[in-house]
């Protein structure tokens, strides 16, 4: 399978036949100066093989059969119809980005109306200081989930076990691991049809909600990025990578073709 980048000019390129993985460059759109001195966006993108970057995800989703793209522009019916699963991680605030694109009524009119005819769509935020949460709420609420401004997780240096986040036995979507690693998480709240779906220490760390056809899974953190899944920066108790493919795994099955 091939990774994509696209815009509307560039849809027809996606495969019809493989289920297609989008990931959001508008509403995370970082950008900072490249060795041709030129900006880029940066920061958790497939392409990114830095620390910050997607691209070990990426590389799981391709392995599993799904082709993977991005999404410079902001979704629309038009566009979201080529996406089977939608990403959006960490969305700017002006701290990073001096003028970040809000998500508004329009954006969550069309994600919703996606997801309810069978799109699968996946919020991964930030604390309050890392991330614009209140528009984030806004999208996410109309499936029952709230980034709220109550962190957790902070971790202080190379202090590993406060960033432990314990698996029961025989997880619906995470059933090959124990214990995962989540730093500097917005605790989230739901209310039907969402339900939690990871808790700790009686907060609710991953949420997923059934809307229509379509499935939303939610997290405080976008915990799956290189830094984090690649093996080197976490004791082997900390399951990241085979956490990274269980959800892989499980976000693929939800998709409805």
Request: hydrophobic fraction near 40%; charged fraction near 20%.
């Amino acid at each position: 399978m091939k990774a994509v980048l696209y815009t509307t000019l560039m849809i027809a390129s996606l495969q019809a036949s493989a289920q297609t993985v989008v990931l959001d460059s508008y509403f995370n759109n970082e950008q900072k100066k490249g060795a041709d001195g030129a900006l880029h966006s940066w920061h958790y993108k497939w392409a990114e093989k830095e620390m910050s970057g997607f691209s070990m995800l990426g590389d799981l989703f391709l392995k599993h059969g799904a082709d993977t793209a991005t999404l410079y522009e902001a979704p629309t019916t038009a566009n979201l119809r080529q996406a089977d699963v939608y990403i959006i991680v960490d969305p700017d605030h002006e701290k990073d980005n001096p003028n970040p694109n809000y998500i508004q009524k329009a954006h969550t009119k069309a994600i919703y109306k996606w997801v309810k005819a069978g799109g699968v769509l996946v919020l991964m935020a930030n604390d309050s200081a890392n991330a614009e949460l209140k528009h984030f709420s806004e999208l996410s609420g109309r499936f029952g989930i709230t980034f709220t401004n109550k962190s957790r997780n902070m971790v202080k240096g190379k202090d590993l076990p406060t960033g432990a986040v314990h698996i029961p036995p025989g997880h619906f979507i995470f059933p090959s691991i124990k214990k995962a690693y989540l730093k500097e998480i917005s605790v989230l709240t739901v209310k039907s049809p969402a339900k939690a779906a990871i808790t700790e220490g009686g907060d609710v760390i991953m949420a997923v909600a059934k809307v229509g056809k379509g499935t939303v899974f939610a997290v405080g953190d976008p915990w799956l990025y290189n830094e984090y899944v690649d093996g080197t920066r976490l004791t082997p108790d900390y399951e990241n990578p085979a956490a990274a493919e269980d959800l892989v795994k499980w976000i693929l099955k939800q998709v409805k073709k």
